[in-house]
């Protein structure tokens, strides 16, 4: 069975970093598509960035670009999202997700149908 699971998420004033983590178990394929999503109160859920591991692709969506890396770490199926220079409106529940197989992944990434394995979500909120 395979697991999802973030840990990372916290408090802080804006301008501050976090690092998220997430860790997939059970999952049967070398390589894995990845996806950070996030959302806010009253706020449909968003895509914040992507990596696939076997090719070291990412994407970051426009919000996050310049302040956030996401980053792997292959032979422990884990994947980390650098958090810098946070702002009140970065605040929300940051989800972790997995895929094996994403078909146009340039131009799928930040649709979360397209990751089928997800974690429990994190709060990180930021405070101006």
């Known amino acids: 069975q395979v697991q999802v699971v973030e840990s990372g998420g916290g408090s802080v004033q804006a301008g501050g970093s976090l690092r998220l983590s997430c860790e997939v178990s059970?999952?049967?394929?070398?390589?894995?598509?990845w996806g950070w999503f996030r959302q806010a109160p009253g706020k449909a859920r968003e895509a914040v960035a992507s990596?696939?591991?076997?090719?070291?692709?990412?994407y970051y969506a426009n919000s996050v670009k310049g302040r956030f890396t996401i980053s792997q770490e292959n032979a422990m199926k884990t994947v980390y999202l650098q958090m810098n220079g946070l702002k009140p409106e970065d605040t929300g529940v940051y989800y972790c997700?997995?895929?094996?197989?994403?078909?146009?992944?340039?131009?799928?990434?930040?649709?979360?149908?397209?990751?089928?394995?997800w974690g429990q979500g994190t709060q990180v909120t930021v405070s101006s």
């Open positions: 997700a997995a895929d094996q197989f994403i078909t146009e992944y340039s131009l799928r990434w930040f649709k979360d149908h397209e990751y089928r394995y």
């Open positions: 059970g999952f049967p394929y070398d390589h894995v598509y």
């Open positions: 990596i696939y591991t076997g090719s070291g692709s990412t």
